[in-house]
């Protein structure tokens, strides 16, 4: 394996009005992730990396399984997964972005500690192990055999961090910092095919 064919599976979370909004409904998770997955393929294939983006899309209003999205990741032969997803919970003072990676995978922790690291400060995101608390964001990254980090952008229930997440400067923001979790995930894979050869 070598570093041209690195493939990065960029997971729009949800599809369908099946996951989280705003209070008021005016945004709804599945429309800001979908944007923000295509505005990242767009950057890393920008970037001119040996890394190749591959959006895992369903069409319009189809929520696929996490079995299904693993069966598309699996047949673009993807190495990294990024899942990303924005928060709502009936608390208005839960806010922040978190950066999950699965429990001992030392590769995902390392992206989502640089996703994290380079978060924008207006909503702020720690990296977290997707341990037994987080039984749905286990559903999520559990699917996968490969590499996955999820990324909950912050929380549209909560009035500072959905409008933050709405400004221009804000969404590039969290996409460069996507993108530096990519060039970790590069960097790192990089150096492991090194060791091996
Ligand atoms: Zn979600």
């Known amino acids: 394996m070598t570093?041209?064919?690195?493939?990065v599976a960029i997971d729009p979370g949800h599809g369908g009005?099946?996951?989280?909004?705003?209070?008021?409904?005016?945004?709804?998770?599945?429309?800001?992730?979908?944007?923000?997955?295509?505005?990242?393929?767009?950057?890393i294939q920008l970037a001119q990396w040996p890394v190749t983006p591959v959006l895992l899309?369903?069409?319009?209003?189809?929520?696929?399984?996490?079995?299904?999205?693993?069966?598309?990741a699996q047949a673009a032969g993807y190495h990294l997964l990024i899942?990303?997803?924005?928060?709502s919970v009936v608390q208005e003072y839960a806010h922040g972005g978190r950066a999950f990676f699965w429990p001992g995978n030392e590769i995902g922790e390392a992206v989502a500690h640089v996703i994290a690291d380079a978060y924008p400060d207006e909503i702020g995101a720690i990296a977290t192990p997707a341990d037994l608390g987080w039984s749905?964001?286990?559903n999520v990254?559990?699917?996968?055999?490969?590499?996955?980090?999820?990324?909950?952008?912050?929380?549209?229930?909560n009035?500072?961090?959905?409008?933050?997440?709405?400004?221009?400067?804000?969404?590039?923001?969290i996409q460069l910092a996507v993108l530096a979790g990519v060039a970790r995930f590069w960097h790192v894979f990089e150096a492991s095919r090194l060791r091996a050869a």
């Open 3 to 7: 570093a041209e064919n690195l493939v």
């Open 17 to 43: 009005r099946t996951g989280c909004r705003t209070r008021d409904e005016s945004l709804w998770e599945d429309d800001y992730v979908l944007a923000q997955a295509l505005e990242l393929r767009t950057l």
């Open 57 to 72: 899309r369903y069409g319009p209003d189809v929520c696929p399984s996490h079995a299904q999205r693993e069966a598309s």
């Open 83 to 87: 899942s990303l997803h924005c928060d």
């Open 136 to 138: 749905r964001v286990r």
């Open 141 to 157: 990254l559990g699917a996968h055999e490969h590499t996955a980090v999820l990324l909950e952008q912050g929380f549209l229930s």
């Open 159 to 173: 009035a500072h961090d959905s409008e933050q997440l709405q400004r221009e400067s804000i969404k590039a923001g």
